[in-house]
């Protein structure tokens, strides 16, 4: 990049901003593919260079002394408990609750009775205990591990926990913090942070589909994915700086101009994956938050019986009364490894109430409670991802059979991305006539709502739905719209065969995404990119005239927010980010 890489490097020593220990330099100033091997010889204390990678140090770890356990399965009886130690006083507490006995040959399995440590081998904790060492590194911690394999009885488990307390060690044992295994992991470099994010997902998983976007985030091709991109902005950075540092004095190859226009595209390559990685994170936090369903439409059309009969309870109170749902009701479910949360709403009709095409039968004044009723499912159904939209067939006396729906209802659901049109109570008349009102419908009331029309209405009966002795394989319709239903789920949550790791990102993570982004974008006004996208954009950058000390500032604070999704690079606040992150753990895990 430039002549004399040798002398450059030494003349960096006059900067002490970043205060090294051991050395007061600005090796950020320099991409690896010019530093000579005198540069690495400036830096002893520091990893600055692994596998060729510019500005990638591990952070040194405290020595720790202490020796950490608990109990890793679930409290309370079962056939088996497993009690896991970890840290540098393993094999003491193995001497010490297995005396006389050699030591365990690594990663078998070996049956062993457990004494007290202070009985002299007289008191027996559990005559057959499964014991397990794995020697470190290559471990789950990163530290020496000891598993304990008992007899699942409460009082065993006490006893051994207790004696393990007691053993003669040469540090510290302590009872471990919650997730305190995982975070020795994380802090031995056996785990990035979107793997632990995964791993905390997992054990709070409780559908199939959050399991299955655990373990998709656990493979730790998103942590790999997110270190690349901040190596490739240390990289550009660097450049950067040495444009600064060096461009009066030192020749380059590369122009200004041309140098700025490669990181600049390297930059607008990271924002487009950054984009797609935050349009993932919106599925996949459906799958983990679950999928919110608002059931809407007129009084006495079926929604609470409806409810009832999709989550297989009395959730909401069925009435032939109008109006009996006034607040709104929820239910939890599982449908198909989709974890769903539906609400029962108030039913829709005008204030007014002069039997409008609106409201057929709707002529009580509406009192102040139904009225906030109303209000309530309003704001429910503006927050939810799926509509579903219910009207009627009423028998009607004196104008025959029709179909009674709310036309605020169907505006609501036609604002919706994915909804559906249910008519229930189709018992209540002739196949034919049925035929003929629905079609009436669709033709003059559906298909006329702007967004609706080429929704085809679903057909149910929630009376048939009760019948439990009919031969009828979906008896009232209702495993018709589950079908509907889940078919929506897939589509709101399904990623390419591709992408299918990025289930795995998190809240967090998309909110440092965000914040990584704007951080580019402010990096591509600083240098004048025009987006080749707007009219009369001349797609380039302004190079020499770049403003090159606030760009290379906005490539740090993007790579600070990429580390911190990692929890590596310079990032100040690990254990603050690390206490976010740890506090959903249990104790042994």
Same mark, same amino acid.
């Given at each position: 990049?430039?002549?004399?890489?040798?002398?450059?490097?030494?003349?960096?020593?006059?900067?002490?901003?970043?205060?090294?220990?051991?050395?007061?330099?600005?090796?950020?100033?320099?991409?690896?593919?010019?530093?000579?091997?005198?540069?690495?010889?400036?830096?002893?204390?520091?990893?600055?260079?692994?596998?060729? !990678?510019?500005?990638?140090?591990?952070?040194?770890? *405290?020595? %720790?002394?202490?020796?950490?356990?608990?109990? +890793?399965? /679930?409290? #309370?009886?079962?056939?088996?408990?497993?009690?896991?130690?970890?840290?540098?006083?393993?094999?003491?507490?193995?001497?010490?609750?297995?005396?006389?006995?050699?030591?365990?040959?690594?990663?078998?399995?070996?049956?062993?009775?457990?004494?007290?440590?202070?009985?002299?081998?007289?008191?027996?904790?559990?005559?057959?205990?499964?014991?397990?060492?794995?020697?470190?590194?290559?471990?789950?911690?990163?530290?020496?591990?000891?598993?304990?394999?008992?007899?699942?009885?409460?009082?065993?488990?006490?006893?051994?926990?207790?004696?393990?307390?007691?053993?003669?060690?040469?540090?510290?044992?302590?009872?471990?913090?919650?997730?305190?295994?995982?975070?020795?992991?994380?802090?031995?470099?056996?785990?990035?942070?979107?793997?632990?994010?995964?791993? !905390?997902?997992?054990?709070?998983?409780?559908?199939? *589909?959050? %399991?299955?976007?655990?373990?998709?985030?656990? +493979?730790? /091709?998103? #942590?790999?994915?997110?270190?690349?991109?901040?190596?490739?902005?240390?990289?550009?950075?660097?450049?950067?700086?040495?444009?600064?540092?060096?461009?009066?004095?030192?020749?380059?190859?590369?122009?200004?101009?041309?140098?700025?226009?490669?990181?600049?595209?390297?930059?607008?390559?990271?924002?487009?994956?950054?984009?797609?990685?935050?349009?993932?994170?919106?599925?996949?936090?459906?799958?983990?938050?679950?999928?919110?369903?608002?059931?809407?439409?007129?009084?006495?059309?079926?929604?609470?019986?409806?409810?009832?009969?999709?989550?297989?309870?009395?959730?909401?109170?069925?009435?032939?009364?109008?109006?009996?749902?006034?607040?709104?009701?929820?239910?939890?479910?599982?449908?198909?490894?989709?974890?769903?949360?539906?609400?029962?709403?108030?039913?829709?009709?005008?204030?007014?109430?002069?039997?409008?095409?609106d409201s057929y039968g709707s002529e009580a004044k509406i009192g102040p409670v139904e009225?906030?009723?109303?209000?309530?499912?309003?704001?429910?159904?503006?927050?939810?991802?799926?509509?579903?939209?219910?009207?009627?067939?009423?028998?009607?006396?004196?104008?025959?059979?029709?179909?009674?729906?709310?036309?605020?209802?169907?505006?609501?659901?036609?604002?919706?991305?994915?909804?559906?049109?249910?008519?229930?109570?189709?018992?209540?008349?002739?196949?034919?006539?049925?035929?003929?009102?629905?079609?009436?419908?669709?033709?003059?009331?559906?298909?006329?709502?702007?967004?609706?029309?080429?929704?085809?209405?679903?057909?149910?009966?929630?009376?048939?739905?009760?019948?439990?002795?009919?031969?009828?394989?979906?008896?009232?319709?209702?495993?018709?719209?589950?079908?509907?239903?889940?078919?929506?789920?897939?589509?709101?949550?399904?990623?390419?065969?591709?992408?299918?790791?990025?289930?795995?990102?998190?809240?967090?993570?998309?909110?440092?995404?965000?914040?990584?982004?704007?951080?580019?974008?402010?990096?591509?006004?600083?240098?004048?990119?025009?987006?080749?996208?707007?009219?009369?954009?001349?797609?380039?950058?302004?190079?020499?005239?770049?403003?090159?000390?606030?760009?290379?500032?906005?490539?740090?604070?993007?790579?600070?927010?990429?580390?911190?999704?990692?929890?590596?690079?310079?990032?100040?606040?690990?254990?603050?980010?690390?206490?976010?992150?740890?506090?959903?753990?249990?104790?042994?895990?």
């Open positions: 990049m430039y002549r004399g890489a040798k002398r450059c490097v030494n003349t960096c020593l006059r900067w002490p901003r970043y205060g090294i220990i051991g050395l007061k330099s600005r090796p950020i100033h320099l991409t690896h593919r010019y530093i000579t091997s005198a540069a690495v010889s400036l830096s002893p204390n520091r990893d600055w260079i692994e596998n060729g !990678s510019l500005g990638r140090y591990q952070t040194p770890i *405290q020595p %720790r002394d202490d020796t950490i356990y608990a109990l +890793s399965t /679930a409290e #309370g009886k079962a056939g088996i408990a497993v009690i896991r130690i970890s840290g540098p006083s393993c094999k003491s507490v193995y001497n010490g609750l297995c005396p006389s006995k050699p030591m365990l040959k690594p990663r078998y399995a070996t049956i062993r009775t457990l004494y007290h440590p202070d009985s002299n081998g007289s008191d027996i904790l559990d005559s057959e205990a499964l014991v397990l060492f794995f020697p470190s590194p290559n471990t789950v911690t990163g530290d020496d591990v000891l598993e304990l394999h008992v007899h699942g009885g409460s009082a065993t488990v006490k006893a051994v926990l207790s004696a393990i307390a007691k053993c003669a060690t040469d540090g510290p044992i302590r009872y471990a913090e919650p997730g305190e295994f995982t975070k020795r992991a994380f802090l031995n470099d056996r785990l990035d942070l979107a793997q632990v994010e995964a791993l !905390s997902e997992t054990l709070s998983a409780e559908t199939e *589909q959050q %399991r299955r976007a655990a373990v998709r985030g656990s +493979s730790g /091709a998103l #942590g790999r994915t997110y270190e690349d991109w901040r190596q490739k902005l240390l990289q550009a950075r660097a450049e950067m700086e040495a444009l600064i540092d060096f461009s009066e004095d030192q020749h380059f190859d590369e122009s200004p101009a041309s140098l700025v226009e490669n990181m600049t595209e390297q930059v607008r390559q990271i924002l487009q994956s950054i984009h797609i990685h935050e349009g993932a994170s919106e599925r996949s936090e459906l799958l983990r938050n679950g999928i919110k369903i608002a059931l809407v439409g007129p009084p006495n059309v079926g929604k609470s019986s409806f409810m009832n009969n999709v989550v297989g309870r009395e959730a909401s109170i069925v009435s032939g009364e109008s109006g009996t749902t006034r607040d709104i009701i929820e239910a939890n479910l599982d449908i198909r490894g989709y974890l769903c949360t539906f609400a029962d709403t108030a039913g829709f009709r005008t204030i007014a109430g002069g039997g409008d095409i009225e906030e009723g109303i209000r309530r499912a309003r704001v429910k159904a503006t927050q939810s991802d799926v509509i579903i939209a219910l009207a009627s067939i009423e028998a009607g006396i004196e104008n025959g059979p029709h179909i009674r729906y709310d036309m605020e209802t169907l505006g609501i659901a036609a604002a919706c991305k994915e909804r559906l049109v249910v008519v229930n109570k189709r018992d209540a008349v002739s196949n034919n006539e049925l035929y003929t009102l629905v079609q009436r419908f669709r033709d003059d009331v559906i298909s006329k709502v702007e967004g609706l029309e080429d929704v085809q209405p679903v057909l149910i009966s929630c009376k048939e739905a009760r019948n439990l002795s009919s031969d009828l394989a979906d008896p009232g319709g209702i495993k018709g719209v589950i079908d509907h239903l889940v078919s929506s789920f897939m589509d709101m949550t399904s990623l390419p065969a591709t992408l299918q790791d990025l289930h795995g990102v998190t809240e967090r993570q998309r909110q440092l995404l965000v914040q990584c982004r704007g951080h580019l974008e402010d990096y591509l006004e600083s240098v004048g990119y025009e987006d080749p996208e707007h009219e009369n954009s001349m797609n380039t950058s302004r190079g020499g005239d770049a403003d090159i000390t606030m760009a290379a500032e906005h490539l740090r604070y993007a790579a600070n927010k990429l580390g911190r999704i990692t929890g590596r690079g310079e990032v100040g606040d690990v254990e603050e980010i690390l206490g976010v992150i740890f506090e959903k753990f249990c104790v042994g895990k």
